[in-house]
């Protein structure tokens, strides 16, 4: 499993910008997918972000075009730079590691989640 620390939350105002942080650390074969998730009050959990190993990346539709995920292999961190903010985006971010293990099995880590919010 993946020990993941997050960072970057906080309140902002509507159409400004914050820039999450998931830093990774462990042992394990292979990291594969990174990304981030959000869980507002009374919703289900719900993908935000995500990117593979090749650097392909999947947003969900409401965030095309205003959030960019990135990820640094060297420092096994994913980032999420969050442009144009919405109050509809406030949430708990929690960033979601996927892999294997050193045995060969699929391992899944979640962060703590870090709260963002954004209101007026």
């Known amino acids: 499993q993946m020990q993941l620390v997050e960072s970057g939350g906080g309140l902002v105002q509507p159409g400004g910008s914050l820039r999450l942080s998931c830093a990774a650390s462990g042992r394990v074969r292979s990291i594969n997918a990174m990304g981030w998730y959000r869980q507002a009050p009374g919703k289900e959990r719900e993908l935000v972000a995500v990117?593979?190993?090749?650097?392909?990346?999947n947003y969900a539709d409401s965030v095309k075009g205003r959030f960019t995920i990135a990820r640094d292999n060297a420092k096994i961190t994913v980032y999420l730079q969050m442009n144009s903010l919405k109050p509809e985006d406030t949430a708990v971010y929690y960033c979601?590691?996927?892999?294997?293990?050193?045995?060969?099995?699929?391992?899944?880590?979640w962060g703590q989640g870090t709260q963002v919010s954004v209101s007026s």
């Open positions: 979601n590691v996927r892999g294997l293990k050193s045995g060969g099995y699929p391992y899944d880590s």
């Open positions: 990117i593979a190993g090749n650097g392909s990346t």
